[in-house]
């Protein structure tokens, strides 16, 4: 979805390096998430942040960091990389907290630690 | 424990022919309930979703998914399947009056492959 873009789209590291993802939205949504994709886990959740002040943990968030600098950009942090951190990492976003709410996902990035 | 399923790992189908993809939840409260399809180097697009009322709901490209309460299930399907409708789809399900209200519970996948 072209309303969701995530920067780098690919991107190589080696071990011990911080890096960031980088996510940007137009959709005008109040809520962004951060996901990691790992063939034959599904999407697990890493952290989510329903406004600019209101940032929370996921489910594997060890590891990782965020910062919500504007309501439209949402990064993705790795201290420290290592290898199990190389995965396929999509950002999304949603409306306010409605059951029917949709999240609209970016097209990943895909990072490679060395 | 909030959960959902997808117990097929691929589906292989021949073009023109049905096709299903099976998801099955577990949640304490009411579902809500979605799939997306993911094609190669994309990312997740949303296709339908159940909130209430008719067990037979219609979403993107042709398709439509079946919601059963008493199987806690929500299969997705497509009368005549194209070799394009190729890709990997997730089943996601929103445990709507818990805890974990905010997040989408998402199955492990399943790849789709449309033979010509």
């Known amino acids: 979805d072209a309303d969701v873009t995530q920067t780098p789209r690919n991107r190589i590291t080696k071990t011990g390096k911080r890096i960031m993802l980088e996510c940007s939205q137009t959709k005008g949504h109040d809520r962004m998430y951060w996901y990691r994709q790992d063939p034959g886990l599904g999407l697990r959740l890493i952290y989510y942040?329903?406004?600019?002040?209101?940032?929370n943990k996921g489910e594997i968030s060890d590891g990782y960091s965020v910062s919500r600098q504007a309501q439209a950009k949402f990064s993705l942090s790795l201290e420290s990389a290592i290898p199990n951190q190389t995965a396929l990492y999509f950002c999304?976003?949603?409306?306010?907290?409605?059951?029917?709410?949709?999240?609209?996902f970016g097209p990943g990035t895909r990072l490679l630690v060395l | 424990a909030q959960s959902v399923a997808q117990p097929e790992d691929q589906v292989n189908v021949a073009e023109g022919n049905p096709l299903t993809v099976k998801c099955t939840y577990s949640?304490?409260?009411?579902?809500?309930l979605f799939w997306y399809v993911q094609y190669p180097n994309r990312g997740l697009q949303f296709l339908l979703k159940y909130i209430t009322g008719d067990n037979l709901v219609k979403g993107s490209y042709g398709f439509e998914a079946e919601f059963n309460k008493s199987q806690t299930s929500f299969h997705l399907k497509k009368p005549s399947a194209l070799v394009s409708d190729s890709a990997l789809y997730f089943c996601a399900v929103r445990d709507w009056g818990s805890d974990s209200s905010y997040k989408l519970i998402f199955g492990s996948g399943t790849r789709l492959l449309v033979r010509p």
């Open positions: 949640v304490s409260g009411n579902p809500y």
């Open positions: 999304a976003t949603s409306d306010a907290g409605l059951p029917q709410e949709t999240q609209y």
């Open positions: 942040s329903f406004d600019v002040k209101d940032i």
